[in-house]
């Protein structure tokens, strides 16, 4: 901070400041009380004391898990600095709201304080261009926060990348009045970047290099409790790599902190990982343990969000007894937490689908098929919680669930629907490698109907139908969130693309073989497939159907259906007709020849579109186009 700006600030104000950056949080209550006791000062010495208060009750909140006071203790103040006018204090003090409402995971609300920080701060450009380019720096960040809260990966990075760009013109060593430092706001921001690709890209090495990077810079901010989060965030990062000793190291250095600085809820959330780790390692006498400290936190914070935390991870070492109490106990435990309304989003979906995976033990011990029907609810509310908190990797990996417990009767079409939905959804919000996932476990699955109309007439047990469903092994990327495995990309074969009418009319064909009389063969037997497949697709909501050894995919633009026959992957193909389709709609004369020659029930001809072939042969022949999702 600069020497003219400490001289405009009473000292019992900059000392209380030195006194919460240093976590010394009843010393700083202490001196900001005995300063309002005091009395006689300036609106703005009153409003900047208040801004004070407010980031102490926000470091009580991290501490407690509770943020309702800070924001209603906001409100008052920023209502109070108005009365300075149009002022930088005011948009620190919308900043600090912001943040407490994410945290409190008040959406709407938070996005309306932010929109406004942003206007109030375009009317004071005059101000220090140091002062401006940090608040500016902050409310990319937390826009970049909020993106990544709804799940939006591409707007969360360009924000926290602009905040980023933005901080490195400031110099590290200066402070602004009394915000964050710009190492503790890098920090934020790269742990937003970071956060995307763990859970939003399913990236964990690139969610590895900036969550490197963001522990750097909390050691250069000497913020402990920044670094015991960095810390804690190598953990989860390595948990979900499989490298569990490295996971288990990181959160056993952020509880150290955690606990030097007694940041007592922290500490109880970097247990509760580190809980599910050792788990994980089989290493249960120690989890007794640490589960025995949680007790004790938890007795001693009176929190209803850390005894959940507790419930939870007590329920899931329950859970690993081979004795039927104890999990009967661990389904007790996990059917309260999904009673309890103050249970937060991350308690419910880990309690269904821990509870999921102990009903699939029973119907495997039972072989009684009634205990999907205290499944089915289970599924319904993982479906709705994902889809209102956003969780959209974990809606995937429902409905792929889905999939595999409608293979266990034989409904292969409900199956096929779900993979279906699932790679749609996993697209919509750039989950690449998970779409890659369902797509090949939609390709096994096509290859397989034979064997499962076989498994189906042989009456197969339920325990040989679970195996070859691989329920075990979709429960524990759910559970225990490990990275996605996929093959490597292969590029399919093409053979056939067509566009035809919702009617089944052809409109367009192209055909990638040289062998004529193979050619007219695939020509006129995929084209009946096609009139039968198209009823079905829109009736079933299925996108793709195998004849023998090549795989028939239908993409609906209307009034057309663009067709692709290959051989090989179908997530290079969907990528492929998706970039076609693109294309030719966004081209206004293509497009418009395209519904020409539909209306007069005429086929287009390559001379009818010049532009056609060489677009055909760069996406399907030479495949030198590139395509999101592809790399």
Known sequence: MSEQKLKRKPQELILAKQLIDGYKFDEADQLIRSFEEKGGHTLHDNVLCHLLKCELLYYRGLQQGQYEDVVKLAEQTYKESLGLGNNLLSVDILLIMAHALLFSQKLDEAVNIIRQGEELLKSLSQELP??????????????????????????????????????????????????????????????????????????YDRALIYNEKALTNAEESGNKWLIGWMNMGMGVIYGFKGEIDRSIKYYEQSLTIYNEINFKTPACFTIAYLIQTLIDKGELERTQQLLHQLEQLNNQQKSKLVNLYYLLNKALLLKTSPRARNRSKAEEILKQILKDEDSDFELILKALTNLCELLLTELRMTNDLEVLEEINPLIARLLDTAEKSYS?????????????????????????????????????????????????EHDKLLKQLSMWENLKESKASLNERMELARLNEQMENMTRKRAIEVPELSDEDPVLLLVVSEGGRPIFSQSFVEDQAFEDHLFGGFFTAINSFISEKFSEGLDRAIFGEHTLLMNSVSPFLICYVYKGQSYSAQQRVKYFIDKIQNDEPVWQTFNKFNQVNREIQLKDIPSLEPLINEIFIRKTIHLNGLV
């Open 130 to 203: 140091a002062d401006y380019k940090h608040r500016e720096a902050h409310l990319a960040f937390i826009k970049g926060w909020y993106y990544m809260q709804i799940m939006n990966a591409d707007r969360a990075l360009k924000h926290s990348e602009h905040s980023l760009a933005l901080l490195e013109e400031l110099d590290v060593k200066q402070e602004i009045d009394f915000s964050l430092s710009v190492f503790s706001l890098s920090v934020y921001s790269l742990n937003t970047i970071t956060r995307v690709y763990i859970y939003l890209k399913g990236d």
């Open 392 to 440: 959209y990797s974990i809606l995937c990996e429902t409905y792929l669930l889905q999939a595999k417990l409608s293979l266990l009767t034989f409904k292969i079409k409900k199956a096929k629907r779900f993979l279906t939905q699932a790679q749609q959804i996993a697209e919509r919000f750039g989950l690449n490698l998970l779409a890659r996932k369902i797509s090949n």
